[in-house]
Structures are given as C-alpha cells and as structure tokens.
C-alpha cells in the first residue's frame, strides 16, 4: 500500500548521531576487496588474535548443554563474581552490588550517560576521541564539551589545566579514556587522583572507558590504573569496560559496567528494557575468559608491544611522517601534516587516495574530533609482514603524491 503522504518524519533526536568512520572505511576497503585488490587493513580496532580457545570451549558446552534461555538482566553470578575478582585485581573496591554485564562495552557507555545526564548538563569529553561519546553525550540529551590530547615535546598529554577552566555549574561529567583510542595516551595513577580531586571538588560523576586497560606498555603487568581504584571514587565512577580488546573477543559483543552501587538498580532498569540480559553461552565464554589462564592476554600484549615499536618506528622512517610511541591500546595516531603541507591534500583525501590508489586502509584523524586533521590512525593489531607492507606503501603513496 502506498501512502500520498509518504512516510512519516524520522525521530529529530537522530541528528545528533555519530557513526564511528571505521566501519565505512572498512566497506570501502572491502569494495576494493571484491574488485581483486590487494589491502592492508589497518582501519578497524580489532585484534587479529583469536578468542582464547577456552572461552570458545565455554561458549560451545554451554550452547550444547541449552544454556540458552534468559538470565538474570544483571548477568549470571559466576560472571559477576569473577568481575569482582578481576576488579579486585585492579584495586578496584568492587562488590557484586557494583558489577553489571552488558552486550558490549557500547551499550554500557550510552547506559553511563543515561544514567547520569539530564537535558542541559554539559559532559567534558577527550579530542581527539572515541566518535561515539559525543553521539552518547547528545543521545542523553547532554552536551559535550572538548578537553585536548595534545603532543607535547613529541608525548601525547593532557592538560589538567583546562579540564578545570572548561567546568561550569551545568558540567555532569568527565569523561575519560585510558588506554586512549586514537592517540595511546595513558593516564598515570597520579593523574587519576587529579581527576578524582576535580570530581570531589566540583560535585562530577566520572565516566572512564577502560576497555584498553590490559594494553597498557609501560606497566609489566599490562594493567593501567583505573579511576575506581582512586581511594573513594568507586562512589562516583562508572567503569565501562568488555571482552574486545584485551581477551580478543570483538564479535562476541561482551561487557560489563562497574559502577557506583547508587546507580546498580537503574543500570540493570536499563539492561532489562533494551536487552534482558547479554546471552548465556556468551557469558560462560566470559567466565572463562576472565577466570581462566590468562596466557592469551599476555601473548597478545607482548605480540602488540613489538608490532608497535616495529611499526612506529618504520612510519617515522617515511618522509613527512612523525608518530609519538603510543603507551597503550593498539592505535598509531600519525602526525601527517607536513606530509600534506607538501602535497597540498586534505586529510581526507590524503586518506581515501591512500586507500584506493595503494591499498592501505586507515582512518582520517577527523574522524575523532577536529583536533585530529591532520593525522591518520592506523591500528597496529595485525601481523608484523601487513604492517611492514603498510609502510612501503606509505612510503611509496608519499613519493607519488609528491613529498
Ligand atoms: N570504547 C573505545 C574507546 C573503543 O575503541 C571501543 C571499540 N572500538 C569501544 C569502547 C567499544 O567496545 P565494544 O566492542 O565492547 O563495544
């Protein structure tokens, strides 16, 4: 049937909706792909590791064993349990009254804003960074507000400085990303005292990402601070973290929240009217992937670590191109600038000819925040030979588009 009057007006709200580059550069790439070209694919954030081989174990049995019906919306108690331990592990107080589970780490990062913001309240977010936080800021009704990652003297930092000027009376939250997606950037333990002395001072909620907490370099263990483990910020802070990164379980579409036990009940209200609860097998993989041998973790870290110094090091031998060592998460964050000052592109287009003249799939470092032209994020969690390839290409793209 069809209507003269067409179909009815979209929600306004959708406007304020970001999507997250990567997904389209990773289509283009395929486009590519299917036409028979070779690509380097360096765009999306994902461990090229498989799920640890007892997580896939745990997955299966259960599935076999029909370990597949709804749980309890704040996830099964072994899950739970062995969260508290892991958050135990962090120096995180956790209890079981703080720890939800979640379909991701991205439903958890909207539910943080959903659970904090009112129309009006203003949220102060990193640029560059992860697009979806500004899409969840203005979802919640919020706005966002930009504190900068900025190189200084060749580091990624953060000016603490100007976090406090960018408060005003209508400011909710910080939020905060440790190890950082795009930069690498990796708060100390002293920094996340400053930031809990700003939320204390300033009545705040802290919102900290930490799904790249395990891949952090400069700590033997892997394990950057977390903002929760700040004596008495537990209180006031919501960790959103997941399976992803560091267990390598991107498409398993597994996370979970840490979060003040003043916010539990409403969280898990909100797990309950979206999802019910993540799926069962998926969170006994989760069990054993938390509790059980840890070796892949490990393996995937040490194997990150030698990728990036091999891989930063090969994209500051191309002419034009500076890239500070990032301390944690997988991304290179490379500086370009003078690369385009010499070839007259865009961002952008430096970006897309890169891609469909020489077949290396990046991101354009607008696409986490203006702060970001002028840089391209490749992700360095591939194998060693695709990134030694990545950079002759880059090499050879920077010759031929005239450097
Ligand atoms: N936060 C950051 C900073 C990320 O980079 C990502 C993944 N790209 C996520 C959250 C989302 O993780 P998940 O796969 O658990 O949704």
Redesign the pocket.
């Known amino acids: 049937m069809s209507s003269v009057l067409g179909a009815p007006p979209r929600a306004t709200r959708l406007s304020a909706l970001a999507i997250?580059g990567?997904f389209a550069v990773a289509a283009a790439a395929r486009a590519l792909e299917q036409q028979g070209r070779e690509v380097i694919h360096l765009e999306?954030?994902?461990p090229d590791f498989p799920s640890p081989p007892h997580a896939i174990a745990a997955g299966i049995g259960a599935l076999e064993a029909d370990d597949a019906k709804y749980t309890a919306p704040a996830g099964i108690p072994e899950l739970r349990e062995a969260l508290v331990a892991y958050a135990r592990g962090r120096g995180i107080p956790a209890t079981l009254g703080n720890v939800v589970v979640t379909s991701?780490?991205?439903?958890?990062?909207q539910y943080a804003l959903l659970l904090t913001v009112n129309p009006g309240d203003e949220v102060l977010i990193p640029s560059p960074?992860?697009p979806?936080?500004p899409s969840a800021v203005r979802l919640a009704g919020g706005t966002e507000r930009y504190y900068g990652i900025r190189l200084t003297d060749g580091r990624w930092t953060v000016s603490w400085d100007e976090i406090e000027s960018l408060i005003t009376p209508r400011t909710r939250a910080i939020m905060l990303?440790s190890p950082?997606?795009?930069t690498g950037w990796t708060a100390t333990a002293d920094d996340m005292v400053r930031i809990g002395l700003l939320a204390e001072q300033h009545n705040l909620w802290v919102i900290s990402?930490e799904?790249?907490s395990g891949l952090a370099y400069d700590y033997a263990d892997g394990i950057a601070p977390s903002a929760a483990a700040v004596p008495g910020l537990l209180d006031r802070t919501i960790i959103?973290?997941?399976?992803?990164?560091r267990w390598s379980m991107?498409g398993w579409?597994?996370?979970f929240g840490i979060v003040p036990e003043s916010l539990w009940e409403d969280l898990v209200a909100l797990v309950i009217n979206n999802t019910s609860c993540a799926p069962p097998f998926i969170q006994r993989g989760g069990v054993a992937a938390v509790a059980g041998s840890q070796d892949v973790v490990h393996a995937l870290r040490r194997s990150l670590h030698e990728r990036r110094d091999r891989f930063v090091a090969g994209l500051n031998s191309v002419p034009g191109v500076h890239c500070a060592l990032p301390s944690g998460?997988f991304y290179a964050f490379a500086d370009i600038r003078e690369l385009l000052a010499r070839t007259g592109l865009d961002t952008q287009t430096f970006q897309s000819k890169l891609l469909q003249e020489f077949g290396v799939a990046g991101c354009p470092g607008t696409d986490f925040g203006t702060i970001g032209d002028g840089f391209i994020r490749f992700s360095f969690a591939t194998a060693a030979p695709k990134l030694d390839r990545g950079v002759e290409l880059l090499n050879a793209a920077a010759k031929a588009f005239g450097a």
């Open positions: 997250e990567a999306l954030g994902q991701a780490a991205k439903p958890m990062l960074g992860f979806i936080y990303n950082h997606n795009p990402d799904i790249y959103i973290d997941g399976f992803s990164k991107t579409r597994l996370g998460a």
